[in-house]
């Protein structure tokens, strides 16, 4: 058993794509394959399940998947205290990103960290808000963006983000100054299942009424195709908008309706030095830009 293998369970794991996994660790689809199979075989274990819309932990799995997480989180410790011993100030630091912050406030934080720490090698790893909470939970990244506080996470904000509704161009509600969520759940709705599901289905919980969605997209290029389309309306955050985009139109809740970007650490241990100087740059970075103050 090696370590590269247990990189590539764990990527595997917390992609659930053979592809994806190959492409953040820099490697192949059969290189990653062929790890997966070799460790099974000296295991005498099967630890995926293998299909068509990719791969999936088995029970096994999983507690092997969850001791290689301890395992490698051990390795990075040591090789990160074994550079401070020796003098150096690099290492990695690995940052998990929800879409929309990825796309609209990180590009101007990771520019300026990287600027003020130039031996500190930054990956970034995109996901949904649920994907990037676990992924900081079990040490896949140091430090990530989130939109709900946890007890297992330390939390600072760094931006408050508007819903809108999203609207085929030309339609009744695109004329008004702002349209409620009572008003939406009238027509034909696309779920984005990308991290906002549930603000939105909570935003119609209280409003008394029950969204008529007959789509669940996660891609936001996706949703806003079919929304052109007039297939129905959605509710996506103002940062996940791109500034213009043909045949649709998005117009604010009434009342408005906030969420919340959050930059998140686990809570158990000690951050890392490069996590904290990278959650104090983007607090600072951010506070020019947040699309609400306070």
């Known amino acids: 058993m090696t370590f590269g293998q247990l990189r590539v369970l764990r990527a595997v794991a917390r992609t659930g794509n053979m592809t994806r996994a190959a492409e953040e660790l820099g490697t192949t689809q059969s290189a990653v394959s062929h790890a997966l199979g070799s460790l099974e075989r000296e295991l005498g274990l099967v630890l995926f399940v293998r299909g068509s ?4 932990l088995t029970a096994a799995g999983r507690t092997v998947s969850r001791r290689a997480d301890l395992i490698l989180r051990q390795l990075e410790a040591l090789d990160k205290e074994a550079a401070a011993a020796r003098g150096e100030t690099g290492g ?3 940052v998990g990103a ?7 406030l990180l590009p101007r934080i990771l520019r300026a960290f990287e600027a003020a720490h130039e031996r500190v090698r930054l990956t970034v790893i995109e996901g949904s808000d649920a994907e990037v909470a676990e992924w900081l939970r079990t040490g896949a990244v140091d430090v990530g963006t989130v939109t709900a506080e946890a ?3 330390v939390t600072v904000p760094l ?5 809108l509704a999203v609207l085929p161009a030309g339609h009744p509600l695109g004329v008004r100054a702002a349209t409620t969520i009572a008003e939406l759940s009238r027509y034909p709705f696309i779920m984005s299942t990308g991290g906002c599901e549930p603000l939105i289905t909570e935003l119609a919980r209280r409003a008394g009424v029950r969204l008529r969605c007959h789509y669940e997209v996660r891609d936001t290029t996706s949703i806003l195709a079919m929304v052109a389309e007039h297939l129905g309306v959605s509710v996506m955050p103002e940062l996940s908008l791109p500034p213009e985009h043909a ?5 604010p809740l009434e009342p408005e309706e906030l969420r ?3 930059l998140g650490v686990p809570a158990e241990g000690e951050p890392l030095p490069a996590a904290t100087a ?3 740059l983007a607090v600072r970075e951010s506070a020019a830009t947040r699309r609400v103050p306070g």
């Open 278 to 280: 990278f959650a104090e």
């Open 151 to 153: 007890p297992d996470l």
């Open 247 to 251: 045949g649709v139109c998005a117009v």
């Open 159 to 163: 931006a408050r983000d508007r819903l």
């Open 92 to 94: 990695r630091l690995r």
């Open 98 to 104: 929800i879409p929309s912050a990825n796309a609209r």
């Open 260 to 262: 919340t970007i959050l």
């Open 53 to 56: 819309g990719g791969v999936t």
